[in-house]
């Protein structure tokens, strides 16, 4: 789908990033401009844009704005856009911590129904209740035993096919919780809000939302926020609210995996043999600490022989395999540094540079649960 995302901050980057990644032609916006723009989208594979470009070239508008900063956004550029659009609204309204008390959203349990009249069009509700650090590193395959589940709501019933697609996509199951009036049932302070909740447990926590707590609850996670100053980064705001509201998982994630074949350069074996033996031998406590920092929990290296030459057959089990490599290329960690210079001479492959081609595409990864 063509996507227009508004927001390119925590939330807004993490979903363009994830629904680039997941195939979809996104355009990225932000109050800065373009420019702002061009590295982020050199390296998520989407497309800087103005409001304006995002807004007109999409099937599917986010918006991913701080709440406060919606009536900001050009009115009329929403009202002239085909029916058939779809708007999301990805925003959640913290009075006391950053959107400044709103009477008209007080007196109205549905935050979104203020968004809609803001930008004079309906809108859907979703991607509020998942902090972005879940939603980059906890999406599952479809099937998945314990696979995430993500509330929706709006009017309708198109729109909501279009973003129950879209979370699809992203490795979360959809529940549908009805007209926009109900999504006060997916906001801050109720037991569906940033909990990382599977279909059936999401489905009792929205039955059971309470409104005349959820206020409370809501202005208990502001104070955490408030509480770590006005410097925070938007990754400690999250991590916090998520420490607060956060369920723990029943099972941790998956790592992901990484499985190639580097061959070795003619002569070279020995000096592959040794450099092994230096990482489990003399060297292991800053191999050690060199997967911890990169995020590794399994590497395996194998040497093969083949007619065509000798080979190194490996296999990484890491949270973030792109972080992995993006790691290998930048780090001057002493043993960082060694471990390229020995991967360049004995493989030929520069690890300081970006990797030539896409990582290797997964076609099969069964295990038993
Ligand atoms: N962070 C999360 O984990 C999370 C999770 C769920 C929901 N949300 C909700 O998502 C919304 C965004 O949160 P965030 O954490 O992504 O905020 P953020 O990191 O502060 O990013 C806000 C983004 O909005 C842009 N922006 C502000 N006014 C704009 C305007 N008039 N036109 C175009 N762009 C504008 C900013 O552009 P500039 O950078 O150029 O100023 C920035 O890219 C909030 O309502 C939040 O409650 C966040």
Known sequence: MRIGMVGAGAQGGTLAKQLAKAGHEVRVANRRGPQSLQEFAKQTGTIASTVEDAATHAEVIMIALPFKDIPSLPKPLFKDLPDSVTIVDVSNYYPSWRDGPIPEVEADPAESEWVERQIGRPVVKAFNSITSDSLQNLGEPVGSSDRIALPLAGDRVEDKKKVAKLINDLGFDELDIGSLSQSWRQQPGTPAYC???????????????????????REEQSRAIVALGPNATPLERVKVSSLYFHQPRKREKHMASFASVFPILPGKTEQWKR??????????????ASNKRLGITRDFAALQQTPQGDVTVVYLEA?????????????????????????????????????PGPLPEVFIDWRAR
């Open 275 to 288: 450099f092994c033996q230096e990482m489990v031998g003399p060297r292991r406590s800053e191999y050690e």
């Open 319 to 355: 949270q973030d395999i792109p972080r992995v490599f993006e790691g290998y290329a930048s780090s001057q960690e002493p043993f960082d540094v060694w471990y390229r210079e020995q991967l360049k001479d004995i493989h030929g492959v520069d690890f300081s540079q970006p990797l």
């Open 195 to 217: 909990t990382d909740l599977d279909l059936e447990s999401l489905s009792a926590a929205v039955n059971a939302a309470d409104r005349r707590t959820a206020t409370e609850k």
